[in-house]
């Protein structure tokens, strides 16, 4: 990497965010597109996120992604916000040009390529269980009831947040049954029920499936069960419980992937790399 005057920069501002593999990603595609770029991890706390964005803005960023807890309070400081970030209400991915910040985001997208690639569900016949209500349960839940999806349970730890999201799916997709539940609530029904179950909470980024409020025991091989948290290499706790009761399981990092080719499309006007990304990320 030769960075000279003329280096564009891309960050992601996140807490935390040393654990993340998308410098790793990105940095191997700039390089491999032969392009003068370079991405760099920023912690930001949720108090500085406002001086973060202005910062990005005043070192002339070409753009950001933005990670756990800041991608609903993102949406709310740029300039203006694509239709995939005004429909979620969150943003993983800042584009810089002609002086604004537009807000956009590949992660419900990106987390479609990664399960059409791993399975051939039909997502008309996938009632779906999403633990989280944060940034990344909103763009799959959204993603999911854009694929048809007959129902969407989100169980979250805060109910009001599990509320509002239940709220907007009603809202935008009246033929989506939409439930919210608490973390103290029994879901082992609707478990059993569902044909898909999403973990969009960080719960397991330590490998601890204590706290999990799940009902892993009701698991079958008829699940499709999908960790967004990624360890690198290791596997999630969820994961591991999923693979013991023989059901079909998707790890963070093909989601990770899809989300950041779009995102590198989206700051370089590039096709994506995609196998050298892969490889990055699988060689960590
Ligand atoms: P976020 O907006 O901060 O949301 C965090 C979610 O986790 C909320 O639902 C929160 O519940 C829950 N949570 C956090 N700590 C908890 C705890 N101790 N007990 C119970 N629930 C807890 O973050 P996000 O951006 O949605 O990201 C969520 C996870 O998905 C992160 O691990 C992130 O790395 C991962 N992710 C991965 C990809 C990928 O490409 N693989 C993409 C996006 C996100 P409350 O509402 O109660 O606070």
Same mark, same amino acid.
């Given at each position: 990497?030769?960075?000279?005057?003329?280096?564009?920069?891309? %960050?992601?501002?996140?807490? $935390?965010?040393?654990?993340?593999?998308?410098?790793?990603?990105?940095?191997?595609?700039?390089?491999?597109?032969?392009?003068? /770029?370079?991405?760099?991890? &920023?912690?930001?706390?949720?108090?500085?996120?406002? !001086?973060?964005?202005?910062?990005?803005?005043?070192?002339?960023?070409?753009?950001?992604?933005?990670?756990? $807890?800041?991608?609903?309070?993102?949406?709310?400081? =740029?300039?203006? #916000?694509?239709?995939?970030?005004?429909? @979620?209400?969150?943003?993983?991915?800042?584009?810089?040009?002609?002086?604004? =910040?537009? %807000?956009?985001?590949?992660? %419900?997208?990106? /987390?479609?390529?990664?399960?059409?690639?791993? @399975?051939?569900l039909?997502f008309r016949r996938a009632p779906a269980?999403?633990?989280? !209500?944060? %940034?990344?349960?909103?763009?799959?839940a959204?993603?999911l009831a854009e694929k048809g999806v007959p129902r969407i349970?989100?169980?979250?730890?805060?109910?009001?947040?599990?509320?509002?999201?239940?709220?907007?799916?009603?809202?935008?997709f009246?033929?989506v049954e939409?439930?919210?539940?608490?973390?103290?609530?029994?879901?082992?029904?609707?478990?059993?029920?569902?044909k898909l179950?999403?973990?969009?909470?960080?719960?397991?980024?330590?490998?601890?499936?204590?706290?999990?409020?799940? !009902?892993?025991?009701?698991?079958?091989?008829?699940?499709?069960?999908?960790?967004?948290?990624?360890? *690198?290499?290791?596997?999630?706790?969820? #994961?591991?419980?999923?693979?013991?009761? *023989?059901?079909?399981?998707?790890?963070?990092?093909?989601? &990770?992937?899809?989300?950041? +080719? +779009?995102?590198?499309? &989206?700051?370089?006007?590039?096709?994506?790399?995609?196998?050298?990304?892969?490889?990055? &990320?699988?060689?960590?």
């Open positions: 990497m030769n960075i000279d005057g003329k280096t564009k920069l891309v %960050g992601i501002l996140g807490d $935390p965010v040393s654990h993340s593999l998308s410098p790793r990603m990105q940095n191997a595609a700039f390089a491999a597109a032969g392009l003068n /770029f370079c991405y760099v991890p &920023l912690s930001v706390s949720h108090k500085e996120l406002p !001086a973060a964005i202005e910062g990005l803005r005043a070192m002339r960023f070409r753009g950001a992604n933005v990670t756990i $807890p800041h991608k609903v309070a993102a949406a709310k400081l =740029l300039d203006c #916000l694509d239709e995939s970030a005004a429909r @979620t209400g969150a943003v993983n991915t800042i584009v810089s040009s002609g002086g604004g =910040l537009t %807000g956009h985001n590949t992660d %419900g997208a990106g /987390f479609i390529s990664a399960l059409t690639e791993a @399975t051939k039909d269980v999403i633990f989280g !209500a944060g %940034g990344a349960a909103r763009s799959v959204v993603a349970a989100i169980i979250n730890r805060t109910m009001e947040k599990a509320s509002d999201l239940k709220a907007l799916l009603m809202l935008e009246p033929q939409a439930f919210a539940i608490g973390f103290k609530e029994d879901c082992a029904d609707l478990i059993f029920s569902s179950l999403i973990n969009a909470t960080s719960l397991g980024m330590d490998g601890d499936l204590k706290r999990f409020p799940m !009902a892993v025991d009701k698991l079958t091989e008829d699940h499709i069960v999908c960790d967004l948290v990624y360890r *690198g290499a290791k596997e999630t706790p969820l #994961l591991a419980a999923a693979r013991e009761k *023989g059901a079909t399981s998707m790890g963070g990092l093909a989601m &990770l992937l899809h989300q950041g +080719a +779009a995102s590198f499309k &989206l700051w370089t006007g590039a096709e994506p790399p995609t196998e050298i990304m892969r490889s990055a &990320l699988e060689s960590k």
